[in-house]
């Protein structure tokens, strides 16, 4: 556990980071995470620095090298503004920011609602597809019938075990989308988040395209009967790597801006003398102080990627061994269990590197001390949250596909520009391809809109379960709530094992 360190926050009392002989947080603590405590996990942020700095510039000597052959950008850009793709892109960009905000108002209301008609979707989605199998009993129908029905039944009783569960983790989903509603910095952060995600994105485009380039030249150079494999090897292993860096480099992306989400949901609740502006604090915190540890929480997760990376060449490279591909298939699903594990205790190590200022280690005992305390409400939390979040982002790409296709359909032949079809262009009806974008833009701008939702309620959950008197001494009537709800939980719980009881009673009863 941690070392004991004395700390002040301004004009606020002095506290101890941790009380080392009780293992958990001091109770009089002011926001814990402030800014006179230390940088943690320093190696490790310096290493991720030293890592990208050195695959982008490879990747970018090997771009000047191979490419730059491009004649006349500028008319190709004013064919794309008056009759390409773009006009029918910002349509279901539109949209997309629409049904997203919409979203975001949807949860803050009707939390609850929107868990249970999850749980009802999925449920039908497994009966429908028990239904089709059943309806085609041959070529393995029925089996497919009795594995659909199998996992409606494990379902149902997953869903009767969490049942007393939902009101409170709905709670968590309101109070989070409140707090995010008090810091919209949080939106801007996680849209300013795409910006590196998808130019790191291009950028690992960019070394796989050079890659190809090199082995078409290599074969292309070739004597007739030369042996290349040794050449294939090491172009195997330059993707590995190249991989492993994509996904080192994307889950620190995702990390920083899920760590500054928890700091802003932990200034809040100690409410630190900073929360005025604890969007920017808790950024800036996430990209110095805790980066190290953001870093090596992150490698964990893309070493373990990785392997599932390597898992999947093997597969393709074993088509026609049986033998093989059983054994890979094996490694590939305990491979997925662990990347869940290892997805599932980050998420909250991270949120005490960002309340708590740990290392990453010190994190993640934390995180497995709270999962043995309270296992079940953090895997409600994270699994009901979760599947909300992507059913509402299902349906806010289906809703912006829907209004961008009425749009063209509608409206297309009537937006000239230059005397042509704005979204109808003469070089053909581009509809599909508009509608395809137009769900995709939906769909990953609900998803960006509720990542702060998920990070709070993360967050609130660790600070919940940590310090509660802090909730009651600084929101009183949420305490309370939450109290009267897991309250419920536990009554409920008694009254079934009570009758549990009586009935075994009555049983053992001779007559």
Not at 118 to 123: D, Q, R, V
Not at 148 to 159: E, I, N
Request: with cysteine; net charge negative; aromatic share 12%.
């Amino acid at each position: 556990m941690a070392d004991q360190s004395m700390v002040t926050t301004g004009s606020q009392q002095e506290y101890q980071t941790f009380d080392g002989t009780a293992g958990k947080p001091d109770k009089r603590t002011r926001f814990p995470a402030n800014e006179d405590s230390e940088y943690q996990d320093k190696f490790w942020g310096v290493f991720f620095w030293l890592h990208l700095l050195g695959v982008v510039g490879i990747i970018f000597w090997k771009v000047s090298q191979d490419f730059g052959r491009f004649s006349h950008p500028d008319k190709a850009i004013e064919s794309e503004l008056t009759t390409g793709y773009i006009p029918g892109a910002l349509v279901a960009l539109a949209f997309g920011i629409v049904v997203a905000i919409l979203w975001t108002f949807m949860v803050r209301s009707c939390a609850y609602g929107m868990i249970m008609a999850t749980l009802i979707i999925n449920a039908l989605i497994l009966v429908v597809g028990a239904a089709l199998f059943a309806m085609h009993p041959k070529g393995g129908g029925l089996i497919g019938a009795m594995v659909m029905g199998a996992f409606l039944v494990m379902y149902c009783l997953w869903v009767w075990c969490i049942w007393d569960k939902i009101p409170f983790t709905a709670q968590l989903i309101t109070t989070a989308t409140d707090i995010m509603i008090q810091a919209p910095g949080t939106l801007c952060m996680t849209l300013t988040s795409i910006i590196p995600s998808v130019l790191f994105s291009c950028i690992s485009l960019l070394g796989l395209v050079c890659l190809k380039h090199e082995m078409d030249d290599h074969k292309n150079g070739m004597k007739e009967g030369e042996d290349h494999s040794g050449h294939s090897k090491g172009m195997a292993g330059v993707l590995i790597l190249l991989v492993f860096s994509t996904y080192w480099t994307s889950a620190v992306i995702s990390n920083v801006l899920h760590t500054a989400i928890c700091g802003v949901v932990g200034r809040w609740y100690f409410k630190a003398a900073d929360w005025s502006e604890a969007s920017s604090v808790s950024l800036r915190r996430a990209l110095t102080k805790s980066f190290g540890s953001i870093c090596f929480g992150s490698f964990i997760i893309a070493i373990v990627k990785t392997i599932r990376f390597i898992i999947e060449m093997a597969r393709d490279a074993a088509e026609d061994n049986a033998a093989g591909l059983a054994l890979l298939c094996i490694l590939d699903c305990i491979a997925s269990f662990i990347e869940s594990l290892v997805q599932f205790f980050n998420t909250f190590a991270f949120a005490y590197v960002a309340i708590y200022g740990m290392k990453f280690t010190e994190a993640g005992k934390r995180a497995w001390n709270l999962f043995m305390e309270s296992g079940l409400d953090m895997i409600v939390a994270y699994d009901l949250s979760g599947s909300m979040v992507f059913l509402g982002a299902m349906l806010g790409g289906g809703l912006s596909a829907i209004f961008t296709w009425a749009t063209i359909h509608f409206s297309g032949d009537m937006m000239v520009m230059h005397g042509k079809g704005w979204l109808k262009p003469k070089d053909g009806d581009l509809s599909g391809a508009y509608v395809g974008f137009g769900f995709l833009t939906g769909f990953m701008l609900v998803l960006i809109a509720s990542t702060p939702i998920e990070s709070g309620v993360t967050a609130l959950l660790v600070c919940y379960a940590e310090e509660p008197d802090v909730l009651a001494e600084n929101y009183p009537e949420l305490h309370k709530k939450l109290g009267e709800l897991t309250g419920e939980a536990q009554a409920q719980k008694a009254q079934k094992a009570a009758a549990e009881n009586s009935q075994q009673q009555q049983q053992q009863t001779p007559v």
